[in-house]
């Protein structure tokens, strides 16, 4: 490691909780701004993930939240001088059984409250949106005008150079030991390559979040769990600004890639892993994956989407998301560690609302608190720890959609 001994902020992690936290601290004045992962920068799993940007949340809170990242992200590039691709192609949400079909009104009543262009369409109309939906099997249909997609191997990426260009220091392939705490307060950081004496840092270590703020007695309950997706080869009529798709009790969502789709879902039973059983060397490219579980997604919706049986795949990839028990982020200081702050549990939504966490986390570290209220977020609220951990986290990685 170059000769970093201090730093007055040290954020664990550059994929895109990381480094839109560093790149905003930057932003915002703060000085000696120091990224440590252990692999790559922006390498993990946010460049694997589907880049979709969803307004229609079951909370207030939440959509508050996301309307604060797309501004984010629509500034993007004039904020940090690096490109991102992104399109405003809207989406639809298809509902199948008739006991949803209330989900889509509440989001639509929500939705209204927040000025989100969002109202229920009819099918023919949902159809004539985006001529890949066939109408056979669907009850009602929601759109939403606001909805964005965006590439999401550029959103960490491009956090990093522009935080680089403002003068944080990067230190890849620099694996964080531990966080050292002395009476509550954070005093260092202990890498691999030697330890960074700083009062301040940011736990945002995607998959490895738990691990690292264990290594220092703290618990962050979240679970690691497999998600994965498809992208197809171009697809005759597909275009950019066909909206995305989602069915919402499949748990089922398409959107245009490339003059192809992007597709992928949320299965009953994902599969858990244990970062440390995965050992030392584990990068998520090694995750293993299951085309299976995909394809029998595609049986699930083939009345309604059946060009996903048919396209074929040019890419399977996925990553380790992490999934808390109650569907919300953990991010915010933790107890009893002074200076100790914590970007994580992204419930498969970490990369789309980065840029609204990330620009918060940077206000209440160089401001002394954030821009908006992030107490229901607060890691406190499982004081009293968490039964059932991995089932409550699977039933909400399934239900992402709001529907039972
Ligand atoms: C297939 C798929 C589709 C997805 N679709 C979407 C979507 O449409 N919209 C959306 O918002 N989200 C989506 N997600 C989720 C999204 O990818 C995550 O929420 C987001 O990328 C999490 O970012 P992160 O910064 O927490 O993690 P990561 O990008 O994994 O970054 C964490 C970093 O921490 C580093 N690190 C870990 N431990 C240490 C250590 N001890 N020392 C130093 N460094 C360390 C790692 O090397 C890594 O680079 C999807 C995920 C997948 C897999």
Redesign the pocket.
């Known amino acids: 490691m170059a000769a970093v001994h201090r730093a007055d902020v040290v954020v ?8 839109s936290t560093a790149f905003h601290l930057v932003a915002r004045g703060a000085r000696d701004v120091v990224v ?4 790559e ?14 307004h229609a949340r079951t909370s207030d809170f939440m959509i508050e939240l996301v309307q604060l990242a797309t501004a984010n992200l629509k500034r993007f590039a004039a904020e940090t001088g690096e490109p991102l691709d992104w399109a405003q192609s809207g989406s639809l949400k298809v509902v199948r059984r008739e006991e949803d079909v209330e989900v889509i009104d509440g989001d639509v009543l929500r939705g209204q409250r927040h000025g989100l262009d969002i109202e229920r369409v009819s099918l023919d109309e949902a159809h004539r949106l985006n001529p890949l939906l066939q109408t056979e099997g669907i009850t009602a249909v929601m759109r939403v005008g606001d909805d964005v ?1 965006f590439d ?1 191997a550029q959103v ?1 990426i491009g956090y990093v150079r522009g935080a680089e260009a403002r003068g944080a220091t990067m230190l890849p392939h ?4 531990r966080v050292n705490i002395e009476d509550e307060r954070v005093v260092g950081v202990e ?1 691999d390559q030697g330890t960074i004496r700083t009062r301040v840092v940011v736990d ?6 738990r ?2 703020a264990a290594a220092s007695g703290i618990t962050i309950p979240l679970v690691p769990t ?4 498809f992208v197809t080869e171009p697809i005759e009529g597909v275009h950019a600004e066909l909206p995305i798709v989602r069915i919402a009790d499949a748990a089922v ?1 398409v959107r245009p890639c490339e003059g192809g789709l992007l597709w ?1 879902g949320y299965e009953e039973a994902p599969r858990m892993f244990d970062m440390d059983a995965l050992g030392g060397r584990f ?2 490219p090694d995750t293993p994956l299951d085309a299976d579980v995909l394809w029998r997604m595609a049986d699930d919706v083939r009345l309604q989407l059946p060009v996903l049986r048919e396209a074929a795949v040019r890419e399977h ?6 999934m808390t028990a109650d569907g919300d982020h953990i991010v915010g200081p933790a107890p009893h560690a002074e200076g100790f702050f914590i ?2 549990g ?9 840029p609204a966490i990330g620009d918060a986390l940077a206000a209440w570290i160089v401001e002394g608190e954030p821009p908006l209220d992030l107490g229901r977020l607060s890691v406190t609220r499982f004081a009293s720890g968490v039964d059932e951990l991995e089932r409550k986290a699977a039933w909400q990685y399934r239900h992402f959609y709001g529907v039972a």
């Open positions: 664990i992690g550059s994929g895109g909780l990381g480094a440590v992962d252990k692999h920068l922006a390498s993990q799993t946010s460049p694997r993930a589907a880049g979709l940007m969803s997609y999401p960490a620099t694996t964080v030991r890498t945002a270590a995607g998959a490895w979040t691990q690292v497999r998600h994965q997706l969502y992928g990068s998520i990839r996925g990553g380790l998301p992490t970007a994580g992204c419930n498969v939504a970490g990369l789309s609302v980065s």
